[in-house]
T-cell receptor, first 117, second 116 residues
Framework: NAGVTQTPKFQVLKTGQSMTLQCAQDMNHNSMYWYRQDPGMGLRLIYY???????DKGEVPNGYNVSRLNKREFSLRLESAAPSQTSVYFC????????????????FGPGTRLTVL | GDSVTQMEGPVTLSEEAFLTINCTYTATGYPSLFWYVQYPGEGLQLLLKATKADDKGSNKGFEATYRKETTSFHLEKGSVQVSDSAVYFC???????????????FGQGTILTVHP
C-alpha cells in the first residue's frame, strides 16, 4: 500500500518552460489536493478536486492548471514556469465522510522540490 | 477570512523537556482543528485532531485541547525525544457542507529541534 505517490521528486526548470507534476493515490479516496510550501508561509492550497470529474481553485491558483484524470490521479501543470513558482509541491488525498459528520484526514505525498531559474 | 497563527520558531529543547507550541485561529464558522507533523525530507502526516470545542486530541504523547473561548489549540508534550525533531503545523478545516468543506488552512509551521 503506497499511499500517495508523487513524481518527480526534484525538478529544475528554466523560466518559460512547462511541466506536469504527477500524483496518484491507491486508497480509493474521493478528494485530492495540491499545495505549495514556502518558507515561513506554511502550506497554501493551489487546486483541489472534491470528487472525480470536478476541480476548483484554492488560495493560489494563478499560473497553474490541474487535471483529475481518474479517481486515482490528479496532475498539476505549469504552462510557463516563473521563478516565483520555486517551491515544494505536495499532493494530498482524503476520503469524504458520507455522513459529513467528521472532517476528512488528509494524507500527503512526499513532495516535489521545484526550482525555476 | 480564516487564518491560523503559530508561535514563532525555531524551538530548541533538551531531551525530556516539556514542549508547548502555541496555535490560535480565526474562523467564521466552527472548524475542526489539526496538528500535522513533517519529518525531514517527508510529507506531512496527521498527528492529532479535535472536531469540536473542549475535545482533546492525543497521539504519541502529544496533546492539544480545542478551546473555543480563547480560539486556541496549543500542542503539548510532557517529555520530548530527539525523534520528535520536526516541523509542526497547526491547521483548521470545516466539517459539513459549504464551499470550504475539506480544505485545510495551515499555520506557518514551527521548527522543533531536540538535543540529546
Amino acid at each position: 500500500n503506497a499511499g500517495v505517490t508523487q513524481t518527480p521528486k526534484f525538478q529544475v526548470l528554466k523560466t518559460g518552460q512547462s511541466m506536469t507534476l504527477q500524483c496518484a493515490q491507491d486508497m480509493n479516496h474521493n478528494s485530492m489536493y495540491w499545495y505549495r510550501q514556502d518558507p515561513g508561509m506554511g502550506l497554501r492550497l493551489i487546486y483541489y478536486s472534491a470528487s472525480e470529474g470536478t476541480t476548483d481553485k484554492g488560495e493560489v491558483p494563478n499560473g497553474y492548471n490541474v487535471s483529475r484524470l481518474n479517481k486515482r490521479e490528479f496532475s498539476l501543470r505549469l504552462e510557463s514556469a516563473a521563478p516565483s513558482q520555486t517551491s515544494v509541491y505536495f499532493c494530498a488525498s482524503s476520503q469524504r465522510d458520507r455522513t459529513f459528520r467528521s472532517t476528512d484526514t488528509q494524507y500527503f505525498g512526499p513532495g516535489t522540490r521545484l526550482t525555476v531559474l | 477570512g480564516d487564518s491560523v497563527t503559530q508561535m514563532e520558531g525555531p524551538v530548541t529543547l533538551s531531551e525530556e523537556a516539556f514542549l508547548t507550541i502555541n496555535c490560535t485561529y480565526t474562523a467564521t464558522g466552527y472548524p475542526s482543528l489539526f496538528w500535522y507533523v513533517q519529518y525531514p525530507g517527508e510529507g506531512l502526516q496527521l498527528l492529532l485532531k479535535a472536531t469540536k470545542a473542549d475535545d482533546k486530541g492525543s497521539n504519541k504523547g502529544f496533546e492539544a485541547t480545542y478551546r473555543k473561548e480563547t480560539t486556541s489549540f496549543h500542542l503539548e508534550k510532557g517529555s520530548v525525544q530527539v525523534s520528535d525533531s520536526a516541523v509542526y503545523f497547526c491547521a483548521l478545516s470545516y466539517n459539513a457542507g459549504g464551499t470550504s468543506y475539506g480544505k485545510l488552512t495551515f499555520g506557518q509551521g514551527t521548527i522543533l529541534t531536540v538535543h540529546p
